[in-house]
């Protein structure tokens, strides 16, 4: 069987022969919603490009007109019959995504948009025939095609495309916009947002609202993006307007992959794997009673024979938390802190998105990581006048971006040298110069990590594992995994087995003179649970093994290279 991997057209899905995981009657449920204008909001990589796609060639008057053309025979949809003849192939349809609208200045990105409106109206060319358009609309219209209209008549085009569908088809077209913020989380990141959200307001308010007496130009829209871009008032004045976030369950099961979904993916691939890993790496999400795996990563890992990766945080850059959290109060790194320890915190989450208040409102910042996958909501309360949300980090993919982060603002406290210094040390077994270096990272992180005589083994966990995950790309790094006759806290198998793995176990003591003892204990716990168990399965010759100790900001070591029997 194939994966559609980076294949968002439903057509080419399915005329390739494509695994499909039928998520059809959406567009039953969403043509059912009296709503006039319907936005849903999704982290990247759920879905949202192909349910829109998917939508279009079932409504779309046009692609009904082809011949020979059935896509959605023997799907769910089709045993709607009733619904079917009502809707199938039955509108004019605008159709337009501004995923790829990621430029470095507004310039450029006004002049991606300005060509998406083209490729747009030349969908519809035949307007320009007969009479039924005014000429100074085909004159616009043509200026259009040519790219030399005013930026006043760019804002209205779509409205316009409306108006003229309308007259030619005698019934109001249904308006599909995929990715509406991607252009305006760019131009937030590169500093032109002021200008795009101006654009973006005027582009799409006159597109969504009945701005003429007595006259519209909509039978329905649906919107997918993000988040929902707040008090810019994109969506103000909108009459009839819904919107469903991962707050909301409705339609929480059609972006993201149910665990029945997921287990008759993997039997249909025909592939022999354990769905417990895969449920600690990829599931998680939660929207209402569902609780959903990631799409992408799903389908990457079972493209891969069951290979546990970091598939989907590598499909976009993480600059923007890395950046917030960097700069986050020291009252929000503690709320970070609980998080990275497994705990669940209490945050209040807004749901509007206003980009400027995001570095100063840690509202703002949380609900950030909410909507773009990175925490996951399990419930919500509202007090006075705030909406509280129980939050959590979804999973063991989305725990290693934060470790991730974490390594990145060792590397720069320090230096990057340093760091690799630091990291080559573990790499070649120089287990002083790897202490040497830890004890140093201890020191210079006390704004983040409060250390103390105290301080539980699993904050300690958290610092070592994001400050190795620099070593990610040579190793599958894993923490708290079941092997031999107990859980270890950190393993580094290597990505070939020519390398020499790692397992590092930690323990933690109120007493500095007791370190040694502590460290040595650790190392004969790997050894007496059978830990090295793991490396087996891999081929791997030999393993070296730390024993690693901490007391405060004191840290003590021991080590042994181990042979393994049989490998």
């Known amino acids: 069987m194939e994966f559609p991997i980076g294949i968002s057209d439903f057509e080419e899905i399915v005329q390739g022969n494509f695994y499909f995981i039928d998520k059809t009657l959406l567009i039953k449920e969403i043509m059912e919603n009296g709503a006039k ?10 879905g949202k490009t192909l349910n829109l796609s998917m939508l279009y060639y079932f409504l779309s008057e046009d692609y009904c007109n082809k011949v020979n053309q059935n896509l959605f025979k023997g799907l769910n949809i089709s045993k709607e019959t009733e619904f079917c003849k009502k809707h199938q192939g039955q509108y004019p349809v605008i159709f337009i995504s501004f995923k790829d609208i990621k430029e470095l200045t507004f310039s450029a990105a006004y002049a991606k948009i300005t060509l998406l409106i083209k490729k747009l109206y030349g969908n519809h060319r035949y307007l320009l025939e007969g009479n039924l358009l005014a000429q100074d609309e085909k004159d616009t219209f043509v200026a259009i095609l040519n790219q030399e209209a005013n930026q006043e008549n760019i804002e ?85 307007f ?83 959290l960097t700069g986050a109060s020291d009252t929000t790194k503690l709320q970070f802190e609980k998080l990275l320890q497994g705990e669940v915190i209490e945050r209040p989450i807004s749901k509007n998105l206003v980009f400027p208040d995001i570095e100063e409102n840690a509202e703002a910042l949380w609900s950030l990581l909410l909507y773009t996958g990175y925490l996951k909501v399990l419930s919500t309360q509202r007090a006075e006048f705030q909406m509280l949300a129980q939050l959590a980090i979804p999973n063991r993919e989305i725990r290693f971006v934060y470790n991730k982060i974490i390594a990145q603002w060792f590397s720069i406290e320090a230096n990057m040298d340093s760091y690799i210094s630091f990291i080559r ?27 103390d005589k105290k301080t539980p083994e699993k904050v300690f966990h958290v610092f070592v594992l994001g400050l190795v995950a ?23 198998i290597p990505k070939g087995n020519k390398k020499r793995g790692i397992l590092i176990e930690f323990k933690t003591s109120e007493n500095p003179d007791l370190m040694l003892t502590k460290a040595q204990e650790a190392l004969e716990q790997v050894k007496n649970k059978y830990y090295l168990e ?3 399965q891999h081929d791997i010759e030999s393993v070296l093994v730390i024993g690693l100790a901490f007391c405060g900001k004191e840290v003590e070591l021991v080590h042994e290279v181990i042979s393994i029997n049989g490998a």
């Open 242 to 324: 819904d919107v469903y976030s991962v707050l909301e369950e409705k339609y929480g099961q059609y972006f993201g992959f149910t665990e029945k979904e997921v287990l008759k993916l993997i039997n249909d691939s025909q592939q022999t794997l354990p769905i417990a890993p895969i449920k600690e790496w990829y599931n998680g999400y939660q929207v209402g009673r569902y609780i959903l795996y990631n799409p992408w990563s799903i389908i990457k890992c079972l493209q891969n024979k069951g290979t546990l990766e970091w598939y989907w945080v590598n499909t976009s850059s993480n600059d923007l938390i890395a950046e917030l």
């Open 37 to 46: 204008v319907i936005l849903l909001t999704r982290p990247r990589r759920f």
């Open 156 to 240: 209205a085009s779509i409205q316009n495309l409306a108006e003229y569908l309308t007259k030619i088809f005698n019934r109001f077209p249904i308006i599909l916009i995929d990715e509406y913020d991607t252009p305006i989380q760019q131009a937030y990141l590169k500093e032109y947002y002021d200008e795009m959200i101006s654009l973006m307001r005027s582009l799409l308010g006159q597109a969504l609202k009945d701005n003429k007496p007595n006259e519209r130009f909509l039978e329905k829209a649906i919107i997918t993006g993000i988040t929902r871009v707040g008090q810019e008032s994109i969506f103000s004045g909108l009459n009839n």
């Open 425 to 451: 040390s573990l790499i070649n077994g120089d287990v002083d110069e790897f202490k040497r270096q830890l004890s140093t990272y201890i020191m210079q992180t006390g704004s983040f990590f409060d250390f």
């Open 470 to 492: 620099g070593l990610s790309n040579e190793y599958v790094i894993q923490s708290n995994r079941e092997s031999g006759k107990g859980r270890l806290d950190v393993i580094f």
């Open 534 to 536: 793991t490396f087996k």
